[in-house]
Structure formats: structure tokens, C-alpha cells
């Protein structure tokens, strides 16, 4: 049985794997990004391949979803009735043990559904037949109201735990699948217009067990203000490095025109020695008639000469 203790392990694992999901997926954004800035890949070409992908992945992914939520209420389904037994067999006679429901792998969606309405027709019958057999001994005298409430009490002393505990363990369980074939919908579809994500260490050919995360700046300020923050860009050549940073116009995050306001970057154009580093400064000004107050807008910052690839800053912006 899951204790509380398993499942605040359970529930960080989760969150370390959101984290790195999440870390993974900005990546992969941001080198998509940086190839259609370069003209590597075409607009176009990747809306294309974006609409071939989740067409290809339609069918299999929602026999995945649906499996995922059925599944969860049927194992809800076999649970509860199985606990319902348990208390009852200390008032009647054992009804034997509660058949699981039916499986879906291997099952044609249709067929898997009117199996499942079977199956639960048939356990609240099984259910309404126990019932009934209680009213009739409590009518005849065989069982009296208090052992009712006495053998409820003890089965919920007794069982409590471990029926939260299973409910719980659903549910993660539900949530961790969910968050696996969101992942890989995602990976699949980098994989399909990127090709294959390679990492590798200082050696420069094995691969890397933990990539670098992406980098992101986040610009708030209350409406009319001026948003700041600042990043640091390194020289990883051997060599003087002819830095440069330009950005994009922010566009709205839910889509929409892009802005007029453009980042100030200071200094956008410096010389970097072989492993030097410089403080790069952004500003913002979020005037009120181009930044609507709680709306999420995002521009690309590119810096180009400090190593073997442009970096690619997401810059996100909001007044409140």
C-alpha cells in the first residue's frame, strides 16, 4: 500500500520530470526558432510537417487519451467496488472476489467501451443484489442497525489507508502516463522537422547526461514602466569573438501583429576575448498603448560570434 510518504516522492518525481519536459521543450523551441531566423528551415515547410505529424499521430493519440481517462474510471469503478465488498462480507455471506474490468490494450475503442458498459451494469447489479440481501436480513432480525454501523466503523479504521492510498496511486499513476505521452507527442514532433537532438560533453563526442537548460528572460513592470534585466554572454572559442545581439518585435503570446516597441540591448555589438564575458542589459518600456495589461507577449533575442551556435533568448514580456 502507497503511504504518504510514497507519494510526496512520487509527486517530486513527477515535478522533476515536468521540469526537465518543459526544459527539453524550450530547447528544442528555441533551435527551431534560430533555424527559421537563419533561413535554415521555412515557415511553411514547418507548418506543413506540423500538420502531416498530428495527422499521422491523431488516431493514436486519442486511443491514448481515451484509454488513459476510461482506464481511470474504470480502476475508480473496480476500487469502490471492491471496497463495498469487503464491508459487506462482514454482514453477508462472501460474495467471492471482484472481477477487474475489462483491459483495453488489443481492443477495438468501440467494442472496449460496450465491454465496460457490461461491466458496469453488471457490478451495480451485483451491488443492488447485496444491498438487498442487507435490508432483508436487517428486516428479518439477522443483522441489527448497530452492527451496521459497528462493522462500517471498524472496516473504515481498518481500511481507510490503504483505500486512499489506491485512489491516490490512480491518479498519479494517471497524471505521470499522461505527462510520458505528452512528452513524446512533443519529442516526435521536434525529432520530425529538427531531426534527432544530440548532446554532447567537453570531449565533444560523448553524450552529455544533463543538457544545458534554455534561457529565458522574463520582463514585468507595471503599465508605462520600464522592464530590466540583464544576461551574461561568454567567448567559448579560442579566439576574439565579434559579438552581436538583435532581437525580434514581440508579438502577442496567443498570436496576433507584432509590436512596435522594440528591446534595447546595451551593448549590442562588443568584443569578447577568448573566454571573456560581458554583462549584456535589456530594457523595456511597457507603454500603455502597445502592451495591454495582462496579456503575455514574447520576442527572440539572438546572439551570434560568441561560440559554434547562435544563442537564442526567449524574451517575454507582460504589464501588469
Same mark, same amino acid.
Given at each position: 500500500? @502507497? ?19 518543459? @526544459? ?29 505529424? #498530428? ?18 474510471? @474504470? ?37 472496449? #467501451? ?61 497524471? @505521470? ?144
Amino acid at each position: 500500500m @502507497a503511504q504518504p510518504a510514497d507519494w510526496a516522492q512520487r509527486f517530486q518525481q513527477l515535478t522533476a520530470d515536468a521540469g526537465q519536459t518543459y @526544459a527539453r521543450g524550450m530547447r528544442r523551441y528555441n533551435e527551431l526558432l534560430q533555424r527559421v531566423a537563419s533561413g535554415e528551415l521555412k515557415p511553411d515547410d514547418v507548418q506543413r510537417q506540423y500538420r502531416e505529424y #498530428f495527422q499521422e499521430r491523431a488516431t493514436a493519440s486519442t486511443r491514448e487519451m481515451v484509454e488513459l481517462s476510461v482506464g481511470l474510471l @474504470a480502476g475508480l469503478l473496480h476500487t469502490e467496488t471492491r471496497y463495498r465488498d469487503g464491508m459487506l462480507d462482514g454482514l453477508l455471506p462472501p460474495a467471492g472476489a471482484t472481477p477487474p474490468p475489462p483491459p483495453p490494450s488489443g481492443v477495438d475503442l468501440t467494442h472496449w #467501451f460496450q465491454a465496460l458498459a457490461t461491466y458496469t451494469n453488471e457490478q451495480a447489479a451485483r451491488a443492488l443484489k447485496r444491498q438487498q440481501q442487507l435490508v432483508e436480513r436487517i428486516s428479518s432480525g439477522e443483522v441489527s442497525a448497530a452492527q451496521v454501523q459497528q462493522q462500517g466503523q471498524r472496516f473504515l479504521e481498518a481500511h481507510s489507508g490503504e483505500f486512499l492510498g489506491e485512489v491516490v496511486g490512480l491518479g498519479i499513476h494517471f497524471v @505521470a502516463q499522461m505527462h510520458r505521452n505528452s512528452a513524446a507527442l512533443t519529442d516526435g514532433l521536434y525529432d520530425r522537422v529538427l531531426g534527432p537532438e544530440l548532446h554532447f560533453n567537453g570531449n565533444g563526442h560523448a553524450p552529455s547526461a544533463s543538457p544545458e537548460p534554455p534561457l529565458c528572460v522574463d520582463l514585468r513592470g507595471s503599465a508605462g514602466s520600464v522592464a530590466a534585466a540583464c544576461i551574461v554572454v561568454e567567448n567559448t572559442r579560442t579566439t576574439p569573438a565579434q559579438v552581436e545581439c538583435r532581437a525580434s518585435h514581440f508579438v502577442p503570446r496567443g498570436g496576433g501583429p507584432r509590436l512596435g516597441a522594440q528591446l534595447e540591448i546595451t551593448p549590442a555589438r562588443f568584443t569578447l576575448p577568448p573566454g571573456g564575458q560581458a554583462e549584456v542589459d535589456l530594457r523595456l518600456l511597457l507603454e500603455r498603448e502597445q502592451f495591454e495589461t495582462n496579456t503575455g507577449y514574447a520576442a527572440s533575442l539572438v546572439v551570434t560570434g560568441a561560440g559554434e551556435r547562435d544563442l537564442v533568448v526567449q524574451v517575454t514580456a507582460q504589464a501588469n
